[in-house]
């Protein structure tokens, strides 16, 4: 079950009204929002009602035969305008060929009559979960695109030796580990160790905590067809996507112990095998490791492979937290003045200095995003200390009073029975888009981990965030 609040969206697309009926009860029964039409015709019309904003559904159910356009149709118009949405076909026996057909067309899955009610909900729940990680590969390809020159910005003492260092190393074509605090930039310096290494292939990263076991060995190693249930197709994972060229191993400390050996043994023997593959496949790849464990403690309890620490850190490097080298506060203040589009906005000498006090538990990201916001919510084009308090905050408060990623600013825990409301009416929704990104914030951006902090699937996180990206609140 998921939280009415923050409910997937499934258009059901049936001209059997007990079947819609039964659909619509499991459905709702597993906390999913149920749009109901009869007709091909129908569902077309609500697919592309929103013209080129954001999907109107998260999944479409759609039987295979039906009055106005059949299945096939409210497929191919799902998928050419909203690639990400998830679409199972529905079928008789005497349409299996079909529901083959359907799913070179980009069906996620189909099911076929009669079915029972655990199998559609497994296979709603997959799909779901399919959708999330295809929505997420996407934001993550667009970011690599516009991150790939993206300059390094200092001019610190520290800073400038680790560069010298990563030069050095990326032309040796070792394996390096990244370690240092989460917003230090360490994605920015293994795309300089890619850049300088000369390789030709492409920079991959994959993120070791942003998906659970199971679906990372298949997103590191790819997997053929049948290899598990859903598994309709072969896939190419990051291993195989970074030939003749890098991969990122991000969050390394995160690995399941299960996949940390095979990771070993791919590095010693540069070879992967698919999940469910029959033939070994020779790889060229350099690897970055990243991490903001301590991974030495991590061996001495227990959770990371000692062999694997070694490997992997053949050659480490430790990037310098923003509070080590405030001296680059300055300029990395006109860098993102520039790139977030106001070159012509200066900041009062005042609000610099406490920018330069300031601890940044959050680091250079941490730094961004609060120009950012003095940006968005500024009195003039020279910003001051005034613009650095929180929305509905009073005076001008000092450094300390900084947004931390790593605290959030809700006072005290939230027990159930015990949560006292304000005398004045408030906003529901805008209170629970509060929380999630607080939550957020906390884990520093970590999906996964801010997921499990608020008690939800992280599909359904997810979910409520491309809402907030989409400019709908916190309604449902």
């Not at 520290?158 to 040796?172: C, F, I, K, S």
């Not at 917003?183 to 920079?203: M, N, P």
């Not at 959050?362 to 003095?374: A, D, P, T």
Request: charged share 25%; glycine share 8%.
């Amino acid at each position: 079950m998921v939280d009415s609040a923050v409910r997937p969206r499934v258009l059901v697309a049936e001209d059997d009204a007990s079947m819609r009926r039964i659909l619509e009860f499991n459905l709702v029964e597993e906390g999913f929002e149920v749009h109901l039409v009869e007709r091909g015709d129908d569902a077309l019309a609500l697919l592309t009602a929103g013209g080129d904003g954001p999907p109107p559904f998260d999944l479409v159910l759609t039987d295979v035969k039906m009055p106005g356009a059949d299945g096939l149709t409210v497929l191919r118009a799902a998928k050419g305008r909203h690639p990400d949405v998830q679409v199972i076909l529905i079928t008789a026996f005497g349409t299996v060929d079909h529901a083959i057909e359907a799913m070179a067309a980009g069906a996620a899955d189909y099911i076929t009559k009669p079915f029972q009610r655990a199998e559609l909900k497994a296979r709603v729940r997959q799909a779901l979960e399919r959708g999330s990680l295809s929505r997420e590969n996407r934001e993550l390809r667009r970011r690599a695109a516009a991150d790939v020159d993206a300059p390094i910005v200092s001019q610190s003492a520290r800073m400038t030796e680790v560069l010298r260092v990563v030069d050095r190393v990326a032309q040796a074509g070792v394996t390096v580990l990244l370690t240092g605090e989460s917003g230090t930039g360490k994605e920015l310096v293994a795309r300089r160790i890619h850049r300088e290494s000369g390789r030709t292939g492409a920079f991959v990263p994959v993120n070791c905590a942003a998906l659970p076991a199971a679906l990372l060995e298949s997103e590191l190693f790819g997997h053929e067809r049948g290899a598990f249930t859903g598994a309709d197709r072969s896939r190419v994972g990051r291993f195989e996507q970074a030939q003749g060229g890098t991969l990122m191993l991000d969050e390394v400390g995160e690995l399941p112990l299960e996949l940390q050996a095979k990771i070993l043994r791919v590095l010693e023997e540069r070879v992967i095998d698919r999940l469910g593959g029959r033939h070994r496949v020779p790889i060229d790849v350099g690897v970055v490791a990243a991490t903001n464990r301590e991974l030495d403690a991590a061996v001495r309890d227990g959770t990371f492979r000692e062999d694997l620490f070694h490997r992997l850190s053949v050659i480490p490097i430790r990037l310098p937290a923003l509070r080590e080298r405030a001296e680059d506060i300055p300029l990395l203040v006109r860098h993102f003045l520039k790139t977030l589009g106001a070159p012509d906005v200066t900041v009062a000498p005042r609000l610099l200095a406490e920018l330069e006090r300031a601890p940044w538990p959050g680091n250079v990201r941490q730094l961004k995003n609060m120009i950012s916001r003095m940006l968005l919510l500024r009195r003039s084009d020279v910003l001051d200390l005034g613009d650095m308090a929180p929305p509905g905050a009073a005076g001008e408060g000092p450094a300390t009073e900084l947004p931390h990623a790593s605290s959030p600013t809700l006072a005290g825990p939230l027990v159930p029975g015990e949560v006292v409301l304000p005398e004045a009416s408030f906003s529901l929704p805008e209170l629970e888009k509060e929380l999630v990104l607080k939550a957020l914030a906390r884990f520093e951006g970590n999906r996964s981990a801010a997921a499990r902090y608020l008690g939800v699937p992280r599909h359904v996180l997810l979910y409520r965030l491309g809402k907030y990206e989409a400019g709908e609140g916190g309604d449902a």
